[in-house]
């Protein structure tokens, strides 16, 4: 079988029900934990220092929209 990703999931995936496809993705993640994939690229991960910028900005963010004169309900 030379199926690639994209083709099984127009072919296959895509004629499931929502409820198959949740399942059918909560088996393909649980046997990936199983497996502890040393293959997974944790580049990706978000440091602590990510998480504190994206804190920091979304705060920035929040009260640029929302200034503190208006009146809260």
Sequence with gaps: MSNNA?????????NLSPTERLRLATL???????QNLSI????????????LDLASFSLE??????????ETV
């Design 6 to 14: 994209h083709e099984i999931y127009s072919q296959v995936v895509c």
């Design 28 to 34: 393909i993640l649980n046997e990936l934990v199983e």
């Design 40 to 51: 997974i690229d944790q580049s990706d991960t978000w440091t602590e220092q990510d998480q």
């Design 61 to 70: 963010y929040a009260a640029s929209i929302f200034p503190e004169s208006e």
